[in-house]
């Protein structure tokens, strides 16, 4: 997760944020309530769940304000906006990143990733 966090190049939490970290494999309703509950979270085991990831991202109002990471720290790291990602692509080694709201680090996820894609990220 740090690999990941340092790859958005944005903090996860601040002052009291509660950071979440949830298993892709809830099912969505579930999936659905914890990200809508949460000041900031992180979603594991994305491979063949990710549309049910995107679907509770969607459905919780936060899938523009989440990045998607890739094979963090290895040459073949991926990072985008979560909403831009081919569900048929995701590997099991990815995961979902919703930055805690503090200090608009939710407000910019796509402005942040074309600032930053030419010098670090592919898409």
């Known amino acids: 997760m740090s690999a990941a966090s340092a790859a958005i190049a944005t903090p996860l939490v601040a ?3 509660v ?3 949830l298993p892709g494999t ?3 309703a579930e999936l659905t309530r ?4 949460a000041d900031a979270a992180v979603v594991l085991k994305l491979g063949r769940s ?7 991202l969607s459905a919780s109002g936060q899938l523009d304000d989440t990045f998607y990471v890739e094979r963090a720290s290895t040459a073949g790291q991926r990072v985008l906006p979560a ?3 081919d569900e048929a692509t995701v590997p099991y080694f990815s995961l979902a990143m919703l930055p805690g709201a503090g200090d608009a680090r939710r407000s910019s996820v796509r402005s942040r990733w074309w600032a930053l894609a030419p010098a670090t990220w592919t898409g």
């Open 15 to 17: 002052g009291d944020e």
């Open 19 to 21: 950071l979440s970290v």
């Open 26 to 28: 809830l099912p969505v």
């Open 83 to 85: 909403a831009d990602v």
């Open 50 to 56: 990710y549309h049910t990831v995107r679907e509770a």
């Open 34 to 37: 914890r990200l809508a509950d």
